[in-house]
């Protein structure tokens, strides 16, 4: 079982309270009204900032809310 938070995530232009869990190849993504595993290989583009962490991959670009490093 990998790392795992809840926080707010933007995929296809619609926003949602899910499940990120970190596993050895995959970004499990997991709430009702979404189901979404992004593989890393097929991440080309990862950029932190002010809380956010977009990941542009193979399906498009995923948003992750995660707030500031405290």
Request: proline content about 1%.
């Amino acid at each position: 079982m990998g790392a795992e938070t809840t926080c707010t995530v933007i995929h296809d232009g619609k926003t949602s309270t899910a499940k990120v869990r970190l596993e050895t190849s995959v970004m499990q993504i997991r709430a009702r009204e979404l189901k979404l595993d992004v593989p890393f290989k097929t991440m080309k583009k990862v950029v932190a900032s002010d809380g956010l962490l977009l990941i542009g991959h193979a399906g498009g670009v995923v948003t992750l809310a995660l707030g500031t490093a405290s």
